[in-house]
């Protein structure tokens, strides 16, 4: 059976996702799923450019260096306080940063 770990609403939140995959390793889990809200709403990051940069200075590199250790599958799907004008950085960087996105942005009627 697959052990499958799953968080969301971290909002940017550097030490919780640092916990979390701590946690998925310490109990060996297959799969970690970062279910939406991804990125900063704090006021000084919530911003396109601000949550682009977090993901692009931040996010992704932890998940790469996550990635050099761990043979734990990473899976993220954009949430409602993630900017959709950033899910061409999302798509982008899943192979370099070593995620799979969950893509629900084609079936959202907004």
């Given amino acids: 059976?697959?052990?499958?770990?799953?968080?969301a609403d971290l909002h940017g939140n550097l030490t919780q996702y640092k916990k979390i995959l701590d946690f998925a390793n310490k109990l060996?889990?297959?799969t970690v799923v970062f279910?939406?809200?991804?990125t900063p709403k704090n006021p000084e990051k919530r911003t396109p450019?601000?949550?682009?940069?977090?993901m692009t200075n931040e996010l992704f590199p932890l998940f790469k260096e996550f990635n050099k250790t761990?043979?734990?599958k990473l899976l993220l799907i954009m949430g409602n306080d993630d900017f959709k004008s950033n899910h061409i950085a999302f798509a982008d960087n899943q192979n370099k940063a070593g995620y799979q996105m969950i893509d629900i942005l084609p079936y959202?009627?907004?």
Avoid: C, P, W, Y
């Fill in 28 to 30: 060996k889990v297959d």
């Fill in 70 to 72: 761990s043979n734990t």
């Fill in 35 to 38: 279910a939406g809200d991804l």
């Fill in 108 to 110: 959202i009627s907004k």
């Fill in 1 to 7: 059976m697959e052990k499958i770990l799953h968080s």
């Fill in 49 to 54: 450019k601000g949550q682009r940069e977090f």
